[in-house]
Structures are given as C-alpha cells and as structure tokens.
C-alpha cells in the first residue's frame, strides 16, 4: 500500500489549508484512516482518523472544532480540511492507514505510512 500526501504549504494564521492523502496498491474501502503530525522537536502525534466507511470520526483536542477529515472510497482518498490555523498547528502532517473498520487515535496501530507534507503557519 502506498499513501502520498499532498496540499501542504505555507499559510498565515486564520487560514486555511485542505490536505489530501491519496491511496494506492491496496483495497481503500477496507482501510481506517489516520493523520498525525510532528511539529520541530517534539514526537509524532494524533490528530484525526475516520472510520472504512466514514461514520465513525475521531479528533485531538487541540483541532476539535477545526479540523475535519472525510473521505472518498470512489478516489481512494482521504481529506483533512484545517480551518482557523495557528501557529502551533506548525507541523509535517502524515496520512496513515490501518486494515479494518475501525478507526484508531494510536499510531502503533496503522499499517502504512504517507511520505508527510509540510504545514506552515506564520503568525
């Protein structure tokens, strides 16, 4: 399975950005999706995952409210629309994808990794 992220960049605060993680090499409508990101210095962590079929999202606290992650099945893709972005949303944003329905907030359970693509927010 392969994942490539994309639609990272650079942003003031306030803005928005919508990545996209398009999947490839494996059946997505059987995939969980993740994403997590890893700020400068500090370790990789949540940020939202959803469910094969979408009914099931879940979020970190800290984009509650403004983030949103949906999915295509037809484009075996998944999105994460960021609104209100801030300078500690600062980070290299992975996609992540894990066999099965459910949808999970650590990374020890997915399978497969997207390359990362670089959010940057100026304040």
């Known amino acids: 399975v392969q994942l490539q992220a994309s639609g990272g960049g650079l942003v003031q605060a306030g803005g928005s950005l919508r990545l996209s993680c398009a999947v490839s090499?494996?059946?997505?409508?059987?995939?969980?999706m993740g994403w997590f990101r890893q700020a400068p210095g500090k370790g990789r962590e949540f940020v939202a995952s959803?469910?094969?079929?979408?009914?099931?999202?879940f979020y970190a606290d800290s984009v509650k409210g403004r983030f949103t992650v949906s999915r295509d099945n037809a484009k075996n893709t998944v999105y994460l629309q960021m609104n209100s972005l801030q300078p500690e949303d600062t980070a290299v944003y992975y996609c992540?994808?894990?066999?099965?329905?459910?949808?999970?907030?650590?990374?020890?359970?997915?399978?497969?990794w997207g390359q990362g693509t670089q959010v940057t927010v100026s304040s």
């Open positions: 992540a994808a894990k066999s099965g329905r459910a949808a999970y907030t650590e990374e020890r359970f997915y399978d497969a």
């Open positions: 090499g494996g059946t997505f409508g059987t995939f969980a």
């Open positions: 959803i469910s094969r079929y979408g009914g099931d999202t």
